[in-house]
Every structure is written in structure tokens, then in C-alpha cells.
């Protein structure tokens, strides 16, 4: 194709990541099985929820909602990425790799908000308990859940859609193993300036403002079990908590390494493994951090497994 005297790129080449081809095959065994672990952690951590009516509770319907999306987060990467390393031919279309970087966007994004609104409810929770009820109703908890949903799409949207209209020409390499957008806007040939425009406008307050409401959530909850001083009930509230803050530290320290990372040239080899953390590993552990420490989750693991036996 041929247009404005610029030949126009309709197909990409993801580079993959790093890894010495006498150990590709190890590799490709360890991201499939994380992958699999990933989607059968997710999977029952969701049916589990949905089976026990005693999970049917704010915090389990957003952690359900954490599941589906840790699900859906590693799904946009992990199976083309998968299929490129078996593969020699690691090209994505353009519209592959437009359409992959809208639903990395709005998945990651909607874990973040997944993450505070899970922060909130169990500030409500622990800070105003007998308030809880009243406050966290079935339709202030959908309401919740929709309105991260159409943020996102719209949010997601508008980048993508800011990507769409750039020209790509001389240099078809992504990098990365997956399309990820500041890797494609260093391919660009047209003005990126707006784009960046919007990721700082848009993009900073949107990983600092959720960073903040977790932390003063989480600040307020640690103030008042203080208060309370009777070490059952904080070991109580450590139990809940401690696998929230061990989820948010994981992903945003995972994000800060990278934006903390000295983005030197070479900086996309560091760059796909920091990011290998956050789309692979964190929706990998989602699922374990929860119903390791979590004592309701344990027990409906055993009373399905209960049912299942006397069947
Ligand atoms: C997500 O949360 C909403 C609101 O609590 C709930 O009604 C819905 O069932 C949840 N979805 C999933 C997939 O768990």
C-alpha cells in the first residue's frame, strides 16, 4: 500500500523477549503452565464464589470481578505470545495489534479500579461497620462495577483511537511481546504529541489518584483497628487486608519499577521483563493470595469438594 509517498505498515513483528534460543523451549513450558495456572486459579476462584451463597457478599462479587479480569488481562497477551514462540512468524496485523492494545488497556485498568473500589469496601467495612450494609447496597456495588467498566472502554478507547490515527512507515519491530502502546508510539512516523498529551493529562492522575485512595483507605484502616486494641480482632483485620495490600503492592510496584527504570536505549529489554511481572505474574497470584489467607474461601473449597464426594 502505498499512500503519500510513505509506504504504509499494515503488519508488525513482535521481537518476544530475551531468552537465548537453547532455552526457549524451557520457557515456553514455564509461561504455558503459568498461563494455565492463571486461568484455572481464576476460574475457580469465580465459580467458587458463584456456587457458595455465603461468598455472595460485596467483597467476594468484587473479587469475582478481579478474577474475571485477571483472566481476561493475561488472555490479551499470553496465547499470541505463546503461539510466537513456538512459531517463527511473529507478526500481528495492524488491527491485531490495535485491538490487542485496546483490551490491555481496559483490563489493566479495570483491575485498578477493581483494586479501589475493593480498598473502599473494606474501609467501609472495618471503619464503619455498622454502617456497612446501608452503604455497600447491591446497587451501589453495581454501580461501582459499571461505572470502572465504561471508564474504561471509553478511556481505552480514546487511546486506541489516538494510536489509529498515527502513520506507521519505516520500522515494523515491536520490541515487546505484546503491543503495548508506548512501544508502538516510538514506531510512529506522524506527531505523537497528543497522544502523549493525553497519557499525561489522562494517564498520570489515573495511576496516582487510585494509588492515593488505596493508600488514605488503607492508612484509615490501620488507624482504627489501633484504636481498637484487641489483638483477635486485629489479627482479623490483617487476614482480610494483608491479601488486598499484598495484590496492590504487587502491581503497582511492579508499574513504579518501570517507570523508576532509567529508560536508557536499550531500555525495551528491561521494559517487556518488568511488564512479563504485572501481565503474567500479578493475575497469576491474584487467585493464590486470596484463598490462601482467606478462611471463607478455604472453607467453600471444601464444601463443594464435600459435595462433589457425596454425590
Ligand atoms: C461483579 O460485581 C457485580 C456487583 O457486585 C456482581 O453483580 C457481578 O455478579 C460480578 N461479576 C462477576 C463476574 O463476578
Known sequence: MVMNNQTVISLFFLLGLPIPSEHQHLFYALFLAMYLTTVLGNLIIIILIHLDSHLHTPMYFFLSNLSFSDLC????TMPKFLQNMQSQHTSITYAGCLIQMYFF????????????????????AICLPLYYTRIMSPKLCVCLVLMSWIFNVLYSMLHTLLVARLSFCKDNVIPHFFCDM??????????IYIN?????????????IPFFIIVVSYVQIVFSILKVSSTRVIHKVFSTCGSHLSVVSLF??????????????????NEASISLMYTVVTPMLNPFIYS?????????IIKVLIKKISL
Open 73 to 76: 488481562f493475561s488472555s490479551v
Open 105 to 124: 488497556k481496559l483490563f489493566g485498568g479495570l483491575e485498578i479500579f477493581l483494586l479501589v473500589v475493593m480498598a473502599y469496601d473494606r474501609y467501609v
Open 182 to 191: 508506548s512501544a508502538l508510539l516510538k514506531l510512529a512516523c506522524s506527531d
Open 196 to 208: 502523549e498529551l493525553m497519557i499525561f493529562i489522562l494517564g498520570g492522575p489515573l495511576m496516582v
Open 252 to 269: 503497582y510496584g511492579t508499574i513504579i519499577g518501570l517507570y523508576l527504570c532509567p529508560s536508557s536505549n536499550n531500555f525495551t529489554v
Open 292 to 300: 490462601l489467607r482467606n478462611r471463607d474461601i478455604k472453607e467453600a
